[in-house]
């Protein structure tokens, strides 16, 4: 690790997440359910960076529709597996790797991104036919899914995440509906994550509103809530930009803060010299974490540590 990475890391996070290294096809590279069909050292390296620095671990994640193995993808499309084959490969891969990091991870975003932005479960190669065999039945695959992770780790608290879910909207509209379900049938559900990738037209009072309503409804229903994933992309890095920016940070730390249920709030990543924003926006947004390039700290950083400390 960069030393300045790692320095930083270290003396300003008690929480770390690896950003891609606990995803499937970077952890489970090869069909089998045998240690030379899983790749665990670049996560290892991770969690023993943590535990070497008193940090709590979080795990990301076991379901997504994104950075599936080829070799799981080709199978699939190929018909070479059935429901009953999928079933197995998500079931081990979720035993094998939960047991893993038992006692190490304290909690896991088991099922990422399951909805569309109607609301409408999204279609993927783990809910689609041939899929674990849930086709069309809604939700049921990622009670599977937390069943599976609740049975491999017991003690590990389980999430379900997502973005543009911030909101009062249709997607987290059929989140809160999920939750209400799994927590009425005793469905082991102990949060949700927001992903809150966001930019400045979230500083509006109407947004920060319908996302206070938002957490509120999840507290209420009992529910754990994470800020997973925050950063706030700007299209330029004026100095008016990052001011507004560090206004914004202050913020979401300050609604995460009010709410006695939010117990995360997590940065995804945390300079901008990694952040993977000016990439998936094709270079039209960047500088969107509190930490510059050069690993001097932003108005961002002034902005969420203003919160922390004065409370
Ligand atoms: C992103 C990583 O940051 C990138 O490095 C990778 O190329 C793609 O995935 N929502 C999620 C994260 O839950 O897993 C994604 O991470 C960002 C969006």
């Known amino acids: 690790m960069e030393p300045d990475y790692a320095s930083t890391l ?56 994104q950075q599936v193995p080829e070799w799981l993808m080709t199978r699939v499309k190929n018909h070479e597996y059935d429901a009953t084959a999928v079933n197995q490969i998500l079931r081990n891969h979720i035993a ?10 304290w909690a896991w975003d088991v099922v990422n991104e399951a909805f569309s932005a109607d609301g409408t479960m999204r279609s993927t190669i783990w809910y689609d036919a041939p899929g674990i065999g849930f086709a069309g039945q809604g939700t049921a695959y990622i009670e599977q899914a937390l069943r599976w992770a609740h049975a491999a780790d017991p ?7 997502d973005y543009d879910t911030e909101a009062l909207n249709a997607k987290s509209d059929a989140i809160y509906a999920m939750a209400k379900d799994f927590h009425l049938r ?47 992309a700007l299209d330029d890095n004026s100095q008016p930009s990052l001011q507004a920016q560090g206004e914004l940070y ?11 249920s939010c117990r995360v709030l997590q940065t995804w990543g945390f300079t901008d010299k990694y952040s993977w924003i000016p990439g998936h926006s094709k270079g039209k947004q960047g500088w969107a974490l509190p930490f510059d390039a050069t690993y001097q700290k932003k108005r961002a950083y002034d902005g969420m540590v203003h919160v922390l400390e004065t409370r």
């Not at 003690?155 to 995440?161: C, R, V």
Request: charged share 20%; aromatic share 10%; net charge neutral.
């Open 10 to 65: 270290a003396a300003q996070f008690a929480q770390l997440e690896p950003e891609n290294q606990m995803k499937f096809q970077v952890i489970h590279p090869r069909p089998g359910n045998e240690p030379s069909s899983y790749d665990f050292s670049p996560a290892d390296r991770l969690v023993d960076f943590a535990l070497q620095h008193n940090m709590k671990v979080r795990g990301h994640c076991f379901v997504w529709h």
């Open 96 to 105: 094998i790797v939960a047991q893993h990091y038992s006692g190490k991870v």
């Open 155 to 161: 003690k590990a608290e389980l999430f379900y995440n």
């Open 186 to 232: 005793g469905v082991p559900l102990n949060g949700i994550g927001f992903q809150t990738h966001v930019n400045l037209k979230f500083d509006d009072p109407k947004a920060l509103s319908s996302f206070v309503a938002n957490l509120k409804r999840f507290s209420d229903l009992g529910m754990e809530i994470h800020i997973t994933e925050l950063d706030i």
């Open 250 to 260: 202050r913020k979401v730390t300050e609604i995460c803060l009010q709410n006695p």
